[in-house]
């Protein structure tokens, strides 16, 4: 017979359930019966749809992290964050110049950073986003792109921020004003788009589409990866 | 001699020309200004109220990057943090009287930013650039300069932020004397005259435009008045009030004369043969070279 599964006490959303150890929040959320409509995307860690903010039995600090990658612990407050409802300005980036100007009329608020460094804890990606916000105030575009690379989105650091700034989507904004207007341009890529176009691999993907599993999984193991 | 150096945002963006001329100009007197590898903003504008310990967070995280500098060895034993931007020196120079004489307030500040690796230990002192120079000896910043600003009658405008309030003004908020001391040791002319540490309308010029209008007319109708050929500065602010209201002023009335303004480290540059490129008198607002071509400084 299995040995049984060891069971712990949470509360979700103020309520006291029995979860197995060693779920994750998400897990123990679907666990107790809760039927997931927001606040689920890939259940991969990527894509920062499953913001959470927990508290650990005999801490004061309220924690944020991503429900499908922080596992439960005995006695965890958690609550969900499906959404966040915070503003978020329309722009066409054609219009925009990569400098401090932009953010001045899109994101004012920005610049009430009062440097307490929140956003940067409430972070489940350690991300530096204190750092970024910084850099975005001071006009160094390429800094604030390159810190907040890996943002996943998920709005914690805006929920928590005391000075109501929206970090993520300032952060998006550098990130899109760097690539369009600051970096340094691939002629490689150009090369390879027109490649594409004139329909160089057009053989190799109908292959690739037609293969089957077993050997699309042979060769996809067996690739080289160049880092340059 | 190396020395912690705050840029503060706006000398990153509209001020450029303020750093690098004061960059410049300090490796020629033998001073390498090291930028502090993280920093935030100041701060700014100083808080005012005893409650809002939150504002203080920002200077007293870049006191503890001086620290973390020493520790680094970037710089040697330096307590020292040097500012060019008026505002930001006025803004941590607050901060920091308020960290060491409020001990409590220094505790929570430091209980809060739990996450340095170190408290700020309140021993950092912040220094105005112009500071620096009066210590290092106005006489011995005369004997290196190689281009004498020879018959160039330059008045010195303080503005707010150098001087008030007294605790962490850098000379005599009634009678100053450094700009002037600095104007003589370029043997440039110094100007009396009356509005040099009247206000410029500070913020205002955001959305209060008329106000920073009217107050910049005053302040260059009476440079002029007084036979000023050139105006220095070392607040961004001031410098942008005084610099882009002008050439408001010029539109509405054509017979308005302008007067030149800069960084005071700008003259500096010059005065030490650095050209006008190194200088950065391309961002300046008002044409800057007419004067310096007639006096054959450039």
């Known amino acids: ?228 | 001699m190396k020395i912690p150096y705050f840029p503060g945002c706006t000398l990153k963006t509209t001020a450029q020309n303020f750093e690098m001329s004061a960059i410049e100009s300090a490796k020629k007197i033998g001073i390498e200004f090291i930028e502090l590898p993280r920093w935030n903003c100041c701060g700014v504008v100083a808080s005012l109220t005893s409650d809002d310990l939150m504002r203080h967070l920002a200077p007293v995280r870049n006191f503890i990057r001086v620290q973390e500098m020493n520790k680094q060895g970037l710089v040697k034993n330096e307590n020292r943090l040097l500012t060019l931007c008026s505002m930001c020196y006025n803004t941590l120079s607050l901060s920091n009287l308020r960290m060491k004489n409020e001990a409590d307030d220094l505790q929570k500040i430091n209980d809060f930013m739990h996450r340095e690796e170190e408290n700020y230990d309140g021993n950092i002192e912040v220094v105005h650039f112009l500071s620096i120079l009066e210590e290092m000896g106005f006489d011995k910043l005369a004997q290196k300069i190689t281009k004498p600003l020879k018959d160039l009658k330059v008045a010195s405008y303080y503005g707010c932020m150098l001087l008030r309030p007294k605790e962490v003004g850098i000379d005599d908020a009634e009678a100053p004397a450094i700009l002037e001391n600095f104007v003589k040791s370029l043997k440039a002319e110094t100007v009396d005259w009356d509005a040099g540490s009247r206000c410029c309308g500070s913020y205002h010029t955001v959305n209060n435009v008329d106000i920073v209008y009217n107050l910049v007319k005053g302040i260059i109708l009476d440079a002029r008045k007084n036979g000023a050929e050139a105006i220095i500065t070392s607040c961004p602010l001031c410098a942008f009030n005084l610099d882009v209201r002008q050439s408001e002023i010029k539109k509405d009335n054509p017979d308005f004369q302008t007067i030149p303004i800069f960084y005071f480290t700008q003259l500096m540059g010059i005065a030490l043969g650095l050209d006008k490129k190194a200088v950065g008198l391309e961002f300046n607002k008002i044409d800057t070279e007419d004067i310096l071509k007639k006096k054959k400084l450039i």
Not at chain 1, 106 to 116: E, I
């Open chain 1, 1 to 228: 017979m299995a040995e049984k599964q060891k069971m712990i006490k949470v509360y979700l959303t103020g309520e006291l359930f029995e979860v197995p150890e060693g779920s994750t929040i998400m897990m123990a959320l679907e666990y107790a019966g809760f039927q997931l409509k927001q606040g689920i995307g890939c259940r991969e860690g990527y894509c920062g749809a499953c913001a959470t903010v927990y508290r650990e039995k005999g801490d004061y600090k309220l924690k944020g992290g991503l429900a499908c990658q922080t596992v439960v612990s005995e006695g965890m407050a958690i609550t969900q964050i499906p959404s966040v409802p915070a503003e978020k300005p329309v722009y066409d980036l054609n219009d925009l110049t990569p400098d401090v100007g932009t953010f001045t009329k899109l994101f004012p608020s920005v610049f009430r950073c009062v440097s307490c460094n929140t956003c940067t804890k409430a972070c489940p990606q350690d991300i530096e986003v204190m750092d970024y916000i910084q850099a975005i105030i001071r006009g160094d575009l390429a800094k604030a792109a390159d810190i907040s690379f890996d943002c996943i989105r998920c709005g914690l650091c805006a929920m928590r921020c005391p000075a109501e700034i929206v970090q993520y989507d300032n952060a998006t904004l550098a990130r899109r004003l760097y690539g369009k207007y600051l970096a340094k341009k691939s002629p490689e890529l150009e090369k390879r788009i027109e490649e594409i176009k004139e329909g160089k691999y057009d053989k190799d993907i109908k292959e690739l589409k037609e293969m089957p599993h077993d050997e699309l999984s042979k060769i996809y193991y067996k690739r080289e990866i160049k880092i340059s």
